[in-house]
């Protein structure tokens, strides 16, 4: 890593300037974080997906610290966090001192930010009288030797605080083992909702052309380095890579993890040759030199930007667009972080959504950060990482028509319209009628069991029954609801014609009025089976 020496020193700070203003959720975070602390707790967990804005976050917190008189250390597990970190503190107009070689040591200033690098090699911080540490990216410092030393020996009694991301990690040892409690940012799909996080479009790379895992052996939870490089850094893939970038998001700003140096820069010459600007970054890559290509990148000077653990954590591109997953992992950390480097929302530069193209096979090891439904503190587990908080953790596939990586129970591709339904025989009544309860029980198909409810909304419709009543039998065959998406077009197809979505009305209407159902049912129930806006096409026509 090259010495920081160059970096510009802290100017003094005559007037604090105007700090961020939080989002409400982040504002939540934060009041929830001191109404642990009023309870007792003095170890806690602060979990905020990548797009959250741990930035503003860990930075309110440290201007409520230093406004209360409080001491407080902030550890960075890598020594180009220093200077993003302290860019984040003159955010909020924070007096701060640094251990950090090439850096101003201050040891009156009442935050410290301190590189545990360089913490490892000093002492006068042993005895600096820290009211609170912080644990910048805590999934990792924390578990530091120096670390530890805070936690166990130096600072028992001080708060510790411990921010991250991603809380899993590969191992025995979690942050669960080392802290009392935690509070936590909405899930990332909550976030997309509310327009603070892109949507995200996800795609394979043809079967023929992904990484090829025979042979390739776990060592201490993750693939062999060595045995990965030899399986990803082949030219016959890369170059599949480049096509498949061409075709699905040519001239896109695009960031690339790979499994080494070597194969990093390997993908960048590929992009060149192919006429496209492109480069590498890597760990030895000077902190002026990263600057330069980060701006490129973001600017678009620059389209692609390939790296090898420099880009997953600490950067900060919100105009980024298409990330390549090119590095097979077992780390839902590490698949959660590179992830969320396309996740930021970046309306000014027309960003409209993400994009990840798979060549490693990671989406359907590791899933969709939209899986994720709550947060958990983990604790040790025997074997592998923990799961990334509770979740629906559907099974992927990927389509074959547009590579488009999508969850199983999903009949249509939303990319390229390819209906999964029509490669299967149809399922009519008469099926439900010649198999037993059990038989239908050992059904395990997503598209099967898909036909088997739309015959039952089929039979429901015929015989005039309420439609719910379709999801009840369903339940009562496989002991699970039919997934949602399942009741657009189950009885009349993806193309009804007029008539067919006013007897579905007029069908809705009389069971309405037998059981005194409101027209908001009758709504309801019209637009499962025919799409959001439908109800709106028929009243139109009818008011004509």
Known sequence: MASESTSPAPSNLQEKPTPPTLRPYQAQVVNDLYGKLRQGFRKVVIIAGTGAGKTVISGQICAHAEAKGSKLL?????????????????????????????????????????????????????????????????????????????????????????????????????????????????????????????????????????????????????????????????????????????????????????????HARHVAEAFKQAGVKSDYVAGSTSIKKRKELYEAIATGDLRVLTSCNVLSIGFDVPSIEVGLLLRPTTSTALHQQQIGRVMRISPHTGKEYGTILDQAGNLQRLGFPEDITTYELPFGSAETEAQPGKSHSYPKKQCPECNACIQTFIMECPECGHDWLADRPIYTQDLIALMGREQLSQITDEAERCRIYEALRQRCFRQGYEPNLARNNYYEYFEVWPHESWDKGAIFGSRPSRVQMENFRIFLDRIACKRGRAIHWVMEEFEKEFGVGSWAIIAGVRSA
């Open 74 to 262: 902030f550890l960075v597990h890598l020594d180009v966090l220093v200077g993003q970190t302290y860019e984040k503190m003159k955010l909020f107009g924070l007096d701060c001192g640094f251990i950090k070689a090439g850096w101003p040591e201050n040891p009156d200033a009442p935050i410290q930010i301190a590189s545990v690098q360089t913490m490892a090699k000093r002492d006068w911080w042993k005895t600096w009288p820290a009211d609170l540490v912080f644990y910048d990216e805590g999934h990792t410092t924390v578990f530091s030797q120096v670390g530890q030393e805070l936690i166990y020996n130096t600072h028992p009694g001080a708060v510790h605080l411990a921010m991250t991301a991603t809380p899993y990690r590969l191992g025995h040892d979690q942050l669960g083992d080392h802290f009392e409690t935690l509070v936590c940012a909405p899930p990332p799909t909550a976030i997309q909702k509310m327009g603070f996080l892109a949507k995200m479009k996800y795609f394979g790379i043809p079967t023929e052309d992904q990484v090829d895992l025979d042979g390739v052996q776990l060592v201490a939870g993750e693939y062999n380095e060595k045995q990965l490089k030899n399986a990803c850094d082949r030219p016959e893939l890369i170059q599949r890579v480049v096509q498949e970038w061409l075709r699905l998001t040519p001239d896109k700003r695009t960031i690339a993890f790979c499994v080494d140096v070597g």
